[in-house]
């Protein structure tokens, strides 16, 4: 019975350290790439809103046509813009802070627990469905429980001065005005295309799994015993910016219709767009499909190192974790 406790206590204090490990992952990846995630999301959003924001611009000055990924950053750095210098691309900070903290330490977490059901009567050794369902597994819960948080970082992002709207005042602020001016429901706008963007999670680790299972092998060849302990930092790098490439070229139309979703409505409660539907239909007809890849290249340039950031502190930090574990 004691043996069986101890087993028990080893696999929850296990499951925590996956948890403390990708929440300190999560918010370490942040504070690193989220200026390109603001460029991102300003790029994905809706093409005639931000036609409009190209000719204020060209009004303010010469320079400041957001027509590309560099001519963006131009805009939100430049003084003379209507987004104050660099402050622009820390809008929504602490929302994706706070989302990205959350969300991975959840994620980590949720798969690891996934891992250890399937694992249990499999000796351990688990196939690339059952890496899939894990993932699918844990991403579908994370979403349900982070999307109001990922709805606001989205909103306070996009919100420039040329919105005839009261801009939110903040994390706090923005949760208050939207459960006063559109209802609980409104937190959960986009989370149709979220439970679609399971996929990229499943895709991603799916991905990683599979890639770290041919380099530990391709490593252990020769050596007589191996622990699976071989992987440095530049592995790990590689292995989360390659599963992300993969994941960003599947799902990222799901990506462009979610942010689209979770647009504010005008001044006179009007969604831009009313459903997933009506976002196809729109983004198709004016911009073609092309207009389902828009912001991909920021999108790559932030996930991808974001991805190698994410996966080198994760595991280092599970390392120690598990160390201190065994001294003690």
């Known amino acids: 019975m004691s043996a069986t406790q101890s087993q028990a206590g080893s696999e ?46 060209s009004r303010r000055s010469n320079h400041c046509s957001p027509r590309g990924t560099l001519s963006v950053i131009f805009l939100f750095t430049s003084p003379s813009t209507i987004f104050k210098g660099l402050k622009g ?7 994706a802070v706070l989302g990205s903290t959350v969300s ?4 980590f977490f949720f798969y690891g627990r996934a891992k250890e059901r399937y ?40 919100q420039t001065p ?25 937190l959960y706008k986009g989370l149709v295309p979220g439970l679609f963007l399971v996929s990229h999670g499943a895709i991603q680790f799916t991905t990683y799994e599979e890639l770290r299972k041919i380099v530990v092998d391709y490593k ?7 622990k699976g302990n071989q992987l440095n930092s530049i592995d790990y790098a590689v292995l989360g910016g390659s599963s ?13 219709i979610r942010s689209r979703l979770q647009q504010r409505p005008s001044v006179e409660g009007i969604p831009r767009y009313m459903d997933s539907w009506h976002v196809m239909r729109e983004t198709l007809r004016f911009e073609g499909f092309r207009g389902f890849y828009k912001g991909i290249t920021p999108s790559l340039l932030k996930n991808v190192p974001a991805s190698s950031i994410t996966f080198i502190v994760y595991e280092n930090v599970l ?7 065994r001294n003690d």
Not at 16 to 42: I, Y
Not at 120 to 141: D, F, I, T, W
Not at 164 to 181: H, N, V, W
Not at 319 to 325: E, G, N, Q, T
Request: hydrophobic residues 40%; aromatic residues 10%.
């Open 220 to 226: 252990s060849k020769g050596r007589e015993s191996t």
């Open 89 to 95: 691309l820390y809008a929504g900070f602490f929302p």
């Open 104 to 107: 991975w330490g959840l994620y």
């Open 244 to 256: 992300k490439v993969a994941a960003i070229i599947v799902t990222y139309p799901f990506q462009v």
């Open 319 to 325: 390392k120690l974790l598990k160390m201190s574990r």
């Open 12 to 57: 929850s204090r296990w499951q925590w350290e996956n948890a403390t490990a990708g929440a300190v992952a999560g918010f370490a990846t942040v504070a690193a790439m989220h200026p390109l995630d603001v460029v991102r999301t300003s790029q994905r959003r809706s093409g005639l809103q931000f036609s409009n924001l190209q000719e204020h611009c």
């Open 119 to 158: 694992s249990k009567s499999r000796e351990g050794n688990l196939s690339a469905g059952l890496h899939l369902a894990s993932a699918a597994e844990a991403g579908a819960l994370v979403c349900l429980c982070t999307n109001p948080i990922w709805l606001v970082k989205t909103r306070l992002q996009l």
């Open 162 to 186: 040329l919105h005839q709207t009261r801009p939110y005042s903040g994390l706090y602020g923005a949760f208050k005005t939207i459960l006063r001016e559109e209802g609980w429901r409104a």
